[in-house]
């Protein structure tokens, strides 16, 4: 991690490197993911766009070059859809990536870190925690329209950035790896949760199933649809769809279910008091309703089916993974305080328990908003 007052010579030392316009004055952190550092950069100069500088997380991703190219083939392709489609306004809808002078998507520096620039896209505004329907739907909207603007580029054009990324058994396997070794001695602390993830492993697996069986079509899928990652305007209309490392081959019940898990939970996703973590059924058919009639006329009948699965196995995966890394030593995510990743790990927990009760009423809305939406 960069500490801006040490380091921010050496920002604008990488800042040069890029082909920007304009004067860059202050360089300030910005946002709250867990994984890259990210840098709202302003511009000096009326009329020169602001920039978003990101120190790419290479832990988490281990082939920049790859995971660049996903991104440029992704952005243009979106771009050139927005520019045929009337009232759709590129600039502010699809993310514009900035090369270095040497002309290429990153920059390596001599410490081997990896950074990248963007247009910041001015006036918007994100949601962690998501109040009305009308929100919620259109959520639906952005994430449904982002799938289907990439629906006709050829799914083999872009590389696996994580293999096996939302593959539950994959992602069991490299939590029974860290409970073996318990490198920190944490296992005993977890008993609790522990037990929660065996009770549910063998349910879990039923989008792995039939994507094994060849039941479920390959689409181009976001995989990382947190609510967040939506750009809002001022009118809380949905702008632009952001955070496109993890655009690759996915089944479409993963991005449904993991936008679900972030709208319809009244409480933050790593919110302390589990009393606090309830659903709301509005934002989930408000969620639904934007989501299918952007994609709903081309969902298979099982695709359909499998929605529901995936909005338990988004918080259940989430939560394995959280619980993975505290057991691990908190190695993968950021995290701002001891034990942050358990307390992410048990919301996400009693999400799924939240879930799991409403489970029949939430299925039956995704197929009477499906049925409207054929
Ligand atoms: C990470 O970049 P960010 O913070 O949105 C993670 C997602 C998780 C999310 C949980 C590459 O996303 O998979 O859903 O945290 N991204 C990666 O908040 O692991
Ligand atoms: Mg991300």
Redesign the pocket.
Known sequence: MVVVEKASNKLFEILSKFAIQGTVGDVEPFG?????DTYHVKNLKEGEPDYLLQCI?HN??KNIPALMENIQVVTSHLRKKLEHLSGADPEQEVLTLVSTKEREWYYKDNDGSFWRVYHFIPDTFTYDVVKTAELAYEGGKAFGRFQALLADLPVHLLHD??PD??NVVNRLRLYHEVLQKDPVNRVAEVKTEIAFVEERAEAMSAIYKLGKAGKLPLRITH??T?F??VLLDKNDKAQCVV?L??VMPGFVAYDFG?AI??TINTAP?DEPDLEEIQISVDLFRGFTEGFLEETGHSLTRTEIESLSHGVLL?PF??GL??LTDYIDGDN???IHHKGHNLQ?ARAQFQLVRKLEEQYDLLRDIIGEVAKNCK
């Open positions: 709250s993911g867990h994984i890259h997380n988490v991703f950035t994580i990324f939302h995989n990382d947190k967040n990652n955070d490392d993890t993991d898990r972030t996703e988004l995966i989430m993974r959280f993968y995510y950021k992410r």
